[in-house]
């Protein structure tokens, strides 16, 4: 199954404001695991290569507030979707009596359901992240095997790779976009609070927005700055950091000084251990 929405940007939420937020957000079972779309099709393509079927006839019973039993079967239809696992066995047993083929995710460790019923079972144990962030180790249960059960390493390898694919892209998509500083948050200013610093916006100085123009959604709003505000949020948050701090960020950019402070930064080196060639480079002193 597979669910179609709309994708958030949050923008410069701080971690303790979204485990807050995260603590309201109604807990998933293993029955709200929807497929990834990349993956079924991956899933599609192998069961169909294997068992011989038209993939044009795979139908997808599963949607939230459907009922399998009273879906209209086409003839020869092939049933490949990720059920509910809390009923696997149920549904198993249903196909089965009803001579249904199908080709049915499940959770590896407990592949083996309604024994009873003469299904087979593909044994793969392919981790696969599915919508609702879940990860799951998954193996399927079958209709169409000629043997009760089978491993399958390049089944295995194809949801592999998807599922690689679609973590990586996940990641980029959860990088932070960070604000200018003429762009003042709630989540922003609360952690200029909890750091200590006093900060002030004057109602001359700023105006109301609910998103920016390069599509960036502000949750929660935000104020947009005038520059002399701006400045001063800038050197409110530079009022944070520590003397040590403040010290680096001026070196930053100057190699000479940065090499000349290598010990002041916590490097491994003493400044005994290092000396600057003239170069560049760092040498140890003993060479």
Not at 102 to 120: D, I, M, Q, R, W
Not at 264 to 285: H, L, V
Request: proline share 4%.
């Amino acid at each position: 199954m597979t669910v179609y929405g709309k994708q958030m940007t949050f923008g410069d939420i701080s971690d303790e404001y979204a485990q807050f937020v995260e603590k309201f957000k109604p807990k998933k079972t293993t029955d709200d695991c929807y497929t990834p779309e990349n993956i079924y099709e991956a899933v599609l393509d192998w069961a169909a290569a294997r068992y011989g079927f038209d993939k044009a006839k795979a139908v997808r019973p599963f949607w939230p507030g459907g009922d399998y039993e009273a879906f209209d079967y086409p003839v020869g239809c092939v049933v490949v979707d990720n059920p509910p696992f809390s009923i696997l066995s149920k549904i198993v047993r249903f196909y089965m009596r009803h001579g249904v083929d199908f080709f049915l995710f499940a959770p590896s460790l407990t592949t083996f359901v309604a024994t009873e019923s003469g299904a087979s079972y593909v044994c793969c144990g392919a981790s696969v992240t599915y919508e609702n962030g879940a990860v799951v180790n998954t193996s399927f249960v079958t209709s169409m095997s000629e043997v009760l059960v089978e491993t399958s390493p390049a089944l295995y390898q194809i949801i592999k790779d998807v599922d690689d694919t679609n973590r990586r892209q996940k990641t980029k998509q959860l990088r932070k976009y960070v604000m200018p500083d003429c762009v003042a948050t709630a989540a922003r200013l609360n952690w200029l609070a909890v750091h200590g610093t006093e900060f002030r916006i004057r109602r001359e100085d700023a105006v109301f927005i609910r998103d920016l123009d390069c599509r960036c959604e502000l949750f929660g709003g935000a104020f947009l700055l005038s520059e002399r505000a701006a400045a001063e949020r800038a050197a409110a948050e530079r009022a944070v950091l520590s003397p040590r701090e403040l010290k680096i960020q001026k070196m930053l950019g100057n190699r000479e000084a940065l090499y000349a402070n290598l010990p002041f930064f916590g490097g491994e080196k003493s400044k005994k251990e290092t000396e600057n060639d003239g170069t560049g480079r760092i040498k140890d002193a003993a060479q």
